[in-house]
């Protein structure tokens, strides 16, 4: 059994030891922990402390770095990238778009041309143009009630009478086409006691069709309206 130092002292007389402290015998290891019976330093505890840290903060930097797939939105900037993906695909698809669109309105142009110029096949019952008189105005009138007879009247007007050099010339010459002098002075476009008004008739539909199908809607109604009037008018 160890000495107890307080049965040391009364030995001595209460003088302290006259010998080494060793002579206590003193069980230091017993009680105090490994590192301080090792004797480590200050500095050798920090170095080891700091080599933990690191090798954390290296664990740490390594499992950000690893993106496990379906995990993107730890990606930085992810949703920034994907957005400028996406718009650049948006705008590849406007202008395939509108490229289609173009291709789609040319060749609808060529087979107007070609199904409905001047030298295409005419419907049954089709008349000679210009209209001569009241009695081939009403039995073109009646014609026109057939879908076919009236889209291919639409188509080929548009087609002969041109785009002009704007809404309101191709409504006249579309005028031209379809009225003779002496049958135009019979009509105007709203109706008179005197005067026959086309505005509600097929003809009257059939002209603003046949320009809007030729500015593909991009057109004034009211100025393809004046200009049938004025034109009507003119020839009283």
Not at 42 to 48: I, V
């Amino acid at each position: 059994m160890h000495k107890n130092i307080f049965d040391v002292l009364e030995a001595s007389g209460g003088k302290g030891p006259s010998s080494s402290i060793d002579d206590l015998d003193l069980d230091v290891e017993e009680d105090l922990p490994d590192a301080f019976v090792k004797g480590n330093t200050l500095e050798e505890d920090q170095r080891k402390a700091a080599e933990r840290l690191q090798d954390r903060e290296s664990v740490n930097s390594g499992s950000q770095t690893e993106h496990p797939v379906g995990d993107l939105d730890d990606v930085p900037g992810i949703h920034t990238n994907l957005l400028k993906i996406l718009k650049k695909i948006r705008e590849e698809q406007e202008r395939s778009r509108r490229h289609l669109q173009n291709l789609d309105t040319k060749i609808s142009k060529i087979l107007d041309i070609l199904q409905s110029g001047e030298n295409a096949p005419k419907p049954p019952g089709w008349p000679s143009l210009p209209l001569a008189n009241r009695d081939q105005f009403h039995e073109f009138e009646v014609s026109m009630r057939d879908e076919g007879f009236y889209n291919f009247a639409v188509s080929h007007l548009s087609v002969i009478a041109g785009s002009g050099k704007d809404e309101r010339e191709m409504a006249i010459s579309v005028c031209k086409l379809l009225f003779s002098v002496e049958l135009a002075k019979t009509l105007n476009w709203k109706g008179s006691a005197k005067k026959r008004g086309i505005e509600k008739l097929k003809c009257g539909t059939l002209i603003l069709e046949a320009v809007g199908k030729q500015y593909e809607g991009r057109h004034s109604k009211s100025k393809v309206t004046g200009a049938i009037s004025d034109w009507l008018r003119s020839k009283a």
